[in-house]
């Protein structure tokens, strides 16, 4: 089994920073893509931000330039780092991952509980 654990999120004001964090543990043979989708309430979850296993990125416009995702392949941890934070970046943030558990088993989308950001004054 793939568990995702998250930590970071809370209540920033606007124009603030916040730093997610994520770890994957489990059995993992290898760990193609991980990042980070939001849902804010009455909306589809969408994409933040993923990083594939070489490092490159994808960034919803929304974010991009005010946002950046990095990766521990070693450790299976992926972090995104948001600044000039917005009301309208409130959200639970999921955590993501796309892993192939064994050498013969197939890939597998894995998501973490999600923790809640809160931009507000």
């Known amino acids: 089994q793939v568990q995702l654990v998250e930590s970071g999120g809370g209540l920033v004001q606007p124009g603030g920073s916040l730093r997610l964090s994520c770890a994957a543990s489990?059995?993992?043979?290898?760990?193609?893509?991980m990042g980070w989708y939001r849902q804010a309430p009455g909306t589809q979850r969408e994409l933040v931000a993923t990083?594939?296993?070489?490092?490159?990125?994808n960034y919803a416009d929304s974010v991009k330039g005010r946002s950046t995702i990095s990766r521990d392949n070693a450790k299976n941890t992926v972090n995104l780092q948001m600044n000039s934070l917005k009301p309208e970046d409130t959200a639970a943030y999921y955590c993501y991952a796309d892993i192939r558990q064994t050498a013969i088993s197939s890939r597998n989308q894995y998501w973490g509980q999600g923790t809640q950001v809160t931009v507000s004054s």
């Open positions: 990083i594939t296993n070489n490092g490159n990125t």
């Open positions: 489990g059995s993992i043979f290898y760990n193609y893509r």
